[in-house]
């Protein structure tokens, strides 16, 4: 049985401010329904900002420690998820971001990245979520929305495709 090479974590020589992203040749099984797949060279890319933030390199206030880890979780979740779509989708501006942010791998990623930011920023607000009487995906959803308001509150609010 094949495993997964070793995650790495590099910088990237882009200026982007808080960016990071998954990168790898993934390598699935013939059966295209299988959950059998691993990664050869995994590495997560993040900006010189993020690497600044994350590894105490600038002094900075508990919310951007938050968002930073919270990006990291983020593409873990990737590393870490069998959710792949055919057509996978990036954006090339905002206006395509519902888009994007429809996608099932990129829904599980931010409602992960979601919950581990809500569980230190806003217990009550997750205990909500969480608890609410709505399917898995809508609560994953509502993490995603929330965290992504939270974020960003000068953008446009996320409309699921």
Known sequence: ME????????????????????????????NKNSNQRYYILPIIMISPTLDSVLFNKVDTNAFTRLKAFETIVHEITH???????????RPTDMKDFNKYASQLSEIE?????????LKYYNKKKLKTILKSKTSN??????????????LYPWRPKIVFE
């Open 79 to 89: 590393f870490l998820q069998i959710t792949l779509e055919d057509n996978y989708f």
């Open 137 to 150: 995906l809508e609560k994953m959803k509502s993490l995603f929305k929330t965290l992504y308001e939270t």
């Open 109 to 117: 990623a931010y409602a992960v990245g979601g919950y581990y930011f």
């Open 3 to 30: 495993k997964d090479d070793t995650l790495k974590l590099d910088v990237t020589t882009k200026k982007e401010f808080f960016n990071a992203e998954f990168i790898s040749h993934l390598v699935a099984t013939p």
